[in-house]
């Protein structure tokens, strides 16, 4: 089991930028994908990008394509999601979520992580 924590959420002006950070537990993150998510109140889960921790690849929801960046420290096991340019729709608690990848899976669905963070409130504000 992966235990995650999340740091970096609050409060910011439509067009500013917030970095969110996630740390894993464990001595090493080999043979994961740590992912972000985002949800609001009465909806499911929402991919918004996703590393792969062997191979560095990285993939985006198209609605943050270009505006977010995620990316990793494997010294740290710490993962980071840079938000630019953000519009009051990003506003939703943000989770970060382990997906062991030595299976076949999907790094976008929600259902291939198994373990996540506390979450993290984003609010963007108009």
């Known amino acids: 089991q992966v235990q995650l924590e999340e740091s970096g959420g609050g409060l910011v002006q439509a067009g500013g930028s917030l970095r969110l950070s996630c740390t894993a537990s464990?001595?090493?993150?080999?043979?994961?994908?740590l992912g972000w998510f985002r949800q609001t109140p009465g909806k499911e889960r929402q991919f918004v990008a996703a590393?792969?921790?062997?191979?560095?690849?990285?993939y985006y929801a198209d609605s943050v394509e270009g505006r977010f960046t995620i990316s990793r420290d494997t010294a740290k096991n710490t993962v980071y999601l840079q938000m630019n340019n953000l519009e009051p729709e990003d506003t939703a608690v943000y989770y970060c979520?382990?997906?062991?990848?030595?299976?076949?899976?999907?790094?976008?669905?929600?259902?291939?992580?198994?373990?996540w963070g506390q979450g993290t409130q984003v609010t963007v504000s108009s």
């Open positions: 979520g382990a997906a062991w990848t030595a299976t076949p899976f999907s790094i976008e669905s929600h259902y291939s992580y198994n373990d």
């Open positions: 464990i001595p090493t993150l080999s043979n994961y994908a």
């Open positions: 590393i792969d921790w062997n191979f560095g690849s990285t």
